[in-house]
């Protein structure tokens, strides 16, 4: 069992910055791939940025390239350093762990085995 929990979410101005933390417990040593989704209401949840936790290779959306970095510290702390943030960035961001292998679709929500609860991130104009 693995339990993720995540925390930094809140209400910013279009342009202004937020980072996310997300503090894993239990048995993450066995899962070796972490990262970040969002999900705005009504649409489906969608990968934001992941890194290996072996190699430290990391992997972007196309709408977050440039703005967002994904990090970690050490196997337990994950973070999400959002900068310039866009009103499209309003939804709930969600931390999952999962099982890096060959063959992946990166960003797939379907790679992950658990998720945090989420920490909701609202920007305005």
């Known amino acids: 069992q693995v339990q993720l929990v995540e925390s930094g979410g809140g209400s910013v101005q279009a342009g202004g910055s937020l980072r996310l933390s997300c503090v894993a417990s239990g048995l993450i040593y066995k899962y070796n791939v972490m990262g970040w989704f969002r999900q705005a209401p009504g649409k489906e949840r969608e990968g934001v940025a992941e890194v290996s936790t072996d190699s430290g290779f990391s992997y972007y959306a196309d709408s977050v390239k440039g703005r967002f970095t994904i990090s970690q510290h050490n196997q337990n702390t994950l973070y999400l350093q959002m900068n310039n943030l866009k009103p499209e960035d309003t939804a709930l961001y969600y931390c999952?762990?999962?099982?890096?292998?060959?063959?992946?679709?990166?960003?797939?929500?379907?790679?992950?085995?658990?998720w945090g609860q989420g920490t909701q991130v609202t920007v305005s104009l």
């Open positions: 999952g762990a999962g099982v890096w292998r060959s063959n992946r679709q990166n960003l797939s929500p379907t790679e992950y085995n658990y």
